[in-house]
């Protein structure tokens, strides 16, 4: 069998593994033994902190809406509860963006699940 030398495949695959961990400090920028782990774990946090996100978010939003609510006399479970017992559905993203950018729209929304 005659001698594969490799030379263009290896260099590709150690350039594209190093071009993904560029910015990373000390050696798992520069060391294919270190870059290798550091990317592998990198995108797991990456994966993790995508569905992390979401969940951030949804607190967040629950936070605004409880606040805006609280200044119309009326509690965040409360607020809820009634606007499913109307059958009003807004998701909480939209009443805080709502409740943050047309305060008017927000309150006429409160008064009617009151």
């Known amino acids: 069998m005659p001698r594969v030398?490799?030379?263009?495949?290896?260099?590709?695959?150690?350039?594209?593994?190093?071009?993904?961990?560029?910015?990373f400090k000390w050696t798992r920028k520069s060391s294919v033994r270190h870059a290798k782990?550091?990317?592998?774990?990198?995108?797991v946090?990456?994966?993790m902190d995508r569905?992390?996100?979401k969940r951030v978010n949804?607190?967040?939003w629950n936070i605004q809406v409880n606040a805006a609510v609280r200044e119309?006399?009326?509690t965040y479970s409360k607020?809820?509860?009634a606007l499913k017992k109307n059958?009003?559905?807004?998701?909480?993203?939209?009443?805080?963006?709502?409740?943050?950018?047309?305060?008017?729209?927000?309150?006429?929304?409160?008064?009617?699940?009151?």
């Open 5 to 23: 030398k490799r030379g263009k495949t290896h260099v590709a695959r150690r350039k594209r593994l190093l071009s993904k961990t560029k910015g």
């Open 37 to 43: 782990t550091a990317a592998l774990k990198a995108g």
């Open 45 to 47: 946090h990456a994966y």
């Open 51 to 53: 569905k992390k996100k």
């Open 58 to 60: 949804r607190t967040l």
């Open 72 to 74: 119309h006399g009326m």
């Open 79 to 81: 607020f809820i509860a």
């Open 87 to 114: 059958k009003i559905d807004l998701d909480r993203k939209v009443l805080a963006e709502l409740a943050a950018t047309q305060p008017k729209a927000f309150a006429k929304i409160v008064e009617k699940v009151k």
